[in-house]
């Protein structure tokens, strides 16, 4: 029988088949989610929301790794297995979990001397916090401070053991560790010690500290430390130049004095001489003015001031929690950190301070929406987008965007707070605000409405946001966060979070956004997420009713500007009723394909349709007639095909009109992080001049929409991910008009004034004069 031939035996299941790619992409959206929704609740034990044992430690673990290896095996099998490699980086990292929850050091356990470049996050347990920290916020967040090196635990051990032949070889490693060092440096300098703590008692505190101006004299100190140290103490020593300036001093990221909202408490004086040093606070909100002078003093000047307190607040939120800096002036004014330790109590000496009673209610501007990362801040609000600059962005604002776009994930470190209208919890940017402790809130309906630079705080915990500086608040959740937080089962929750929340691979279209380059479930799952949209594009509609199909095409039967047959992947049509229901014509009543039907019911506005006949000069036939040859050649049966996959929540539209290609490609979901449009258009019959100036006027439209979209000749592309339901519907019905209305519109552009006159009449048409989509609709 014809219907025999028709479908595919295996109904397009089979792997590169339309219906097995979709399901498959459905299945990384799931997954997806169950992981960034386990990382959300370690997060909140991580907080103290709740208390927690090595139990749930244990099962956070194997539900994160088991979801995240069914991440990389669905797009394996999305792709042919042409991601390989991703199984190796989620067995790396699966590795470091397992290690963590063991106790043990890591991979590089064995080392005994490590270079500043060669450590991370992950090392604290080997090398100290005070190298680990001086390394990664001098390396990867690119803040003031020195190169240097770090003695681990083993090298320790070693040295405080009975084998001599180990120390020996403990010490000549030293020595040649600085020598490499002063080569980096430029030469030999005078060199800074400290011996730290890396166990579970007193973890990152600085037991004693020491100089050095040689390797010989650097190894001898060492040696010293280890000498009065028990021999399985887990001590670690950080080695780094002695920054010398007119002024030193420490930097307690959080204080808490009488009197006074939460702060941060600098000391300061000369390196030299009697001590006539200043003691004074730096409000924790931008634009971080000093709040009081506790002893007179020349110093500091308020942009110096200001400056320190970025740095605090850039160490704590990295280090992830409150720490006391260690910091140095250079002679032009600008500090450089030279020593990172946890803050050990954050009260001053006039002893622990009571927040006081709740003042008189206040009225909120905004409440409602998701608790992305709980806590309170405050600080002036500044609208973001998908192009924002980070270095546009002051630190310690409250940034305002519409969507919780991936890609303001480099701006979250320089945030105060952080609020969306159009986001959850269990999205990518939402990990990050809780990596970076910036109190966010989701989908937070009328966010972009606050005016930027009106000063505000934001109480993540109810989540609403307040008018100017609430301090009742501030000082409240800051003394709700100054418990320590020493216990064994803290420590190792925050350092398996090292190797499951970070996201490193923000761009896709970065040369380094590559298996190999995952270093974490999240960079896992996000790969894998970018790449299966990429496979799901590439289905080719046109195939779609052959080899790689779901069946027979049905055609629509109303009267749309051209001929269009749906292929059903599931639940996209009503269910056909009769013996050849199977193969009749369907009108737009029986699609229940969301984003199709959208599309359909702006395609097929009659309002939308140009009605004056196309007129085409001597020039636009031949330069049509390599588009008309090319067509021609191409495989018999696939010209001028017009197809559409619908799922329910799904549609692929590919569209061969005449002489141009359009491809609408969506997934409309009831969470917005599923939710994406891409759309394609190329060619035309017209001269190359009129094809351009309609692909300008696409692009135009397409910005007005709220695409990221580029062009490149008559080839326009856009994207669009993180939408309600709504708006994507009403894109979506907008696009529908627009291919209907720029179907032979090259021919009527004959300037770039007629390009002009015709976008805006379709912006007038459908409501986007001035409006966003959402308002539109």
């Avoid at 707070?417 to 809130?441: D, F, K, Q, Y």
Wanted: hydrophobic share 45%.
């Amino acid at each position: 029988m014809k219907a025999a031939r028709d479908d595919p035996p295996d109904g397009g299941m089979g792997p590169g088949g339309a219906k097995f790619l979709f399901r498959s992409f459905q299945r990384i959206l799931t997954l997806n989610t169950a992981v960034l929704e386990r990382m959300a609740q370690m997060d909140r034990a991580l907080g103290g929301e709740y208390v927690f044992d090595k139990a749930f430690l244990e099962s956070a673990v194997r539900d994160v790794c088991s979801l995240t290896h069914r991440v990389a095996y669905q797009l394996n099998g999305m792709a042919g297995e042409g991601y390989v490699a991703l199984y190796d980086a989620y067995l790396a990292v699966k590795d470091a979990l397992e290690d963590v929850l063991s106790g043990g050091m890591g991979p590089l356990s064995a080392r005994r001397t490590l270079a500043f470049d060669e450590i991370g996050w992950e090392m604290e347990p080997l090398a100290g916090l005070a190298s680990v920290g001086l390394a990664v916020l001098g390396r990867k967040m690119r803040l003031p401070a020195p190169d240097g090196l770090a003695v681990t635990v083993t090298g320790m051990r070693a040295l405080a053991g009975q084998d001599r032949g180990a120390a020996k070889a403990a010490l000549a490693e030293i020595k040649d560790a600085v020598a490499a060092l002063y080569f980096r440096l430029g030469g030999a300098r005078t060199l800074e010690l400290s011996l730290i703590a890396a166990g579970t008692d007193k973890p990152g505190q600085i037991l004693a500290s020491s100089l050095a101006d040689s390797p010989e004299q650097a190894a001898a100190a060492v040696q010293a430390f280890a000498a009065s140290s028990p021999a399985d103490a887990r001590l670690a020593v950080c080695l780094r130049p002695k920054i010398k300036g007119p002024v030193e001093g420490s930097l307690a990221t959080l204080a808490q004095s009488p009197g006074l909202p939460p702060a941060m408490l600098v000391h300061a004086s000369p390196p030299e001489g009697p001590p006539t040093g200043s003691r004074f606070f730096i409000s924790r909100i931008a634009p971080y003015e000093l709040v009081s002078d506790g002893r007179d003093g020349p110093w500091p000047v308020p942009r110096t001031a200001a400056r320190l307190a970025e740095l605090g607040l850039a160490a704590e939120r990295a280090l992830g929690g409150p720490c006391l800096l260690s910091f140095a002036l250079d002679p032009g004014g600008s500090p450089w950190l030279t020593g990172v330790e946890p803050l050990v109590s954050p009260f001053t000496d006039s002893g622990e301070d009571d927040p006081g009673q709740p003042g008189e209610p206040e009225q909120a501007l905004l409440a409602g929406g998701q608790i992305a990362c709980a806590g309170v801040a405050a600080g002036p609000v500044v609208l973001l987008g998908a192009d924002t600059a980070p270095a546009s962005v002051p630190p310690g604002s409250v940034g305002v965007a519409k969507t919780s776009v991936p890609a303001l994930a480099t701006i979250v470190p320089r945030l105060a707070a952080l609020l969306t209208e159009i986001g959850t919890a269990a999205s990518h940017l939402a990990t990050v605000a809780r990596e970076n402790r910036v109190p966010a809130v989701f989908g937070l309906k009328g966010a972009t409405s606050l005016a930027p630079g009106t000063m505000v705080t934001v109480d993540a915990d109810e989540p609403a946001v307040y008018p100017g500086v609430s301090a009742s608040r501030l000082r409240q959740a800051a003394s709700q966060e100054n418990q320590l937080r020493d216990e064994p089962e803290y420590q190792t929750l925050r350092r398996l979070l090292r190797h499951v929340r970070p996201l490193n691979l923000i761009d896709p279209q970065a040369s380094d956004f590559t298996p190999e380059r995952c270093r974490t479930c999240h960079d896992i799952i996000h790969f894998a997420h970018e790449k299966a949209v990429e496979l799901l594009l590439s289905i080719d509609a046109a195939k779609g009713a052959g080899r790689n199909g779901a069946g027979s095409p049905r055609r629509l039967r109303e009267d749309a500007p051209f001929v269009l047959s749906i292929l059903d992947m599931g639940g996209g049509l009503a269910a056909p009723s009769g013996a050849c229901g199977k193969n009749r014509d369907v009108g737009l009543a029986e699609v229940t394909s969301r984003p199709l039907k959208a599309f359909l019911d702006g395609l097929l506005l009659p309002a939308a349709r140009r009605q004056e006949p196309g007129r085409l000069s001597l020039g636009d036939v031949f330069g049509g007639l390599g588009r008309t040859n090319a067509a021609m050649s191409g495989p018999a049966g696939l010209a001028g095909l017009n197809l559409a996959l619908a799922a329910s929540d799904y549609a692929n539209i590919t569209m061969r009109l005449g002489y141009h290609f359009s491809v609408v490609d969506a997934v409309v979901s009831d969470r917005p992080e599923h939710t994406f449009i891409y759309f394609r258009f190329a060619g035309g019959f017209a001269d190359g001049d009129r094809r351009a100036r309609r692909a300008k006027l696409i692009l135009a439209i397409l910005d007005r929409l709220g695409f990221s979209a580029t062009l490149k000749g008559d080839l326009v592309v856009g994207k669009r991910k993180l939408m309600e339901a709504g708006e994507a519907l009403t894109v979506l019905r907008i696009l529908g008009a627009l291919s209907a209305y720029t179907r032979q519109l090259d021919i009527e552009l004959g300037s770039d004034a007629a390009a002009e006159r015709l976008a805006g009449e379709f912006l007038a048409a459908s409501g986007l004069d001035g409006q966003s989509p959402q308002a539109a609709s």
